[in-house]
């Protein structure tokens, strides 16, 4: 008979001998012949394709419980619905490091920007290509009140974007870098109401539905200021509509006062932004 010893076996699918051990003490694989008198575990060369099966399912994430059960049952449908609650738990994960390395690169370009700041308070046109936000809905405010209600106003609003977040079990790492939207039919009146906060997101969470901002051109302005000085923004707003009148530029969209970086790590409480206000125009011909 072609047996193999519990070593010879170990090193022709590149696991231990301890591995073995184990799937034979779970049941899930039974060498073909143990020496009575020394207790040495062997294999037959058949058993190999078991082998290979167990490691493959391993490879995706199954348990040795899930594995046996699968292989001793001889039931597909019960194995295709296992593979798919698998797969359903891997594209979850994939979202939650997708966000981690989302929020790692968000925070390396906010110091990146800190250091080497652009030049600020400089109304210029910038066009965009299509933009995914999470959107959510606030206590209106308007950016004319006094910079400490403002403040005060904003702190609610990063509150509700935090237990909207919360509320749909999505990880920390997705919160930051939270701005301010003011609605089209609003910034056309010169009404400064704030009634939404956004941010940008490149992931497909079915969490939370994303909406799309449509490629476009823009009147942009940067600048720098503490978070929730509405003052600060209202004079770049401000100037954004006065460049916007005086070209004779159609508002085609609303308002997006975008962070894109925050020193918050070091100052929680007046942690300085860098936003990019920014209103969607038609340039008239």
Not at 34 to 58: C, F, H, N, P, V
Not at 105 to 127: D, G, I, T
Not at 255 to 284: C, H, R, T, W
């Amino acid at each position: 008979m072609n047996m193999l010893a519990i070593g010879q076996m170990a090193k022709k699918h590149n696991i231990s001998e301890r591995a073995l051990r184990l799937y034979h003490d779970v049941g899930l694989l039974i060498p073909q012949h143990i020496d009575e008198t020394t207790g040495y575990r062997y294999y037959a060369l058949s058993q190999s394709t078991r082998i290979d099966t167990i490691l493959q399912m391993k490879a995706m994430g199954l348990s040795l419980k899930q594995i046996k059960i699968m292989l001793d049952d001889h039931d597909l449908s019960a194995f295709e619905a296992l593979l798919c609650e698998q797969l359903d738990m891997v594209e979850t994960r994939i979202n939650e490091w997708t966000a981690i390395r989302n929020a790692l690169q968000r925070n390396l370009a906010s110091c990146k920007n800190f250091q080497n700041s652009p030049m600020l308070n400089r109304v210029y046109v910038e066009y965009f290509p299509k933009r995914k936000i999470f959107y959510f809905d606030i206590e209106p405010y308007d950016f004319a009140v006094k910079s400490e209600i403002g403040k005060n106003y904003w702190k609610k609003a990063l509150y509700t974007v935090k237990s909207a977040l919360q509320e749909r079990k999505l990880p920390p790492s997705y919160f930051g870098a939270v701005g301010g939207i003011i609605k089209q039919e609003d910034i056309m009146q010169h009404s400064l109401l704030c009634s939404g906060a956004f941010m940008l997101t490149q992931e497909n969470n079915l969490n939370y539905v994303q909406e799309i901002i449509p490629a476009g051109t823009y009147v942009c302005i940067l600048d720098k200021w503490i978070a929730g000085d509405s003052c600060s923004e209202l004079r770049g707003i401000t100037k954004l509509l006065d460049f916007i009148e005086t070209n004779h530029y159609k508002i085609v969209g609303n308002y997006l006062g975008e962070v894109i970086a925050e020193s918050s790590i070091f100052d929680p409480i007046s942690s300085n932004v860098l936003v990019k206000m920014q209103i969607p125009v038609k340039i008239k011909h």
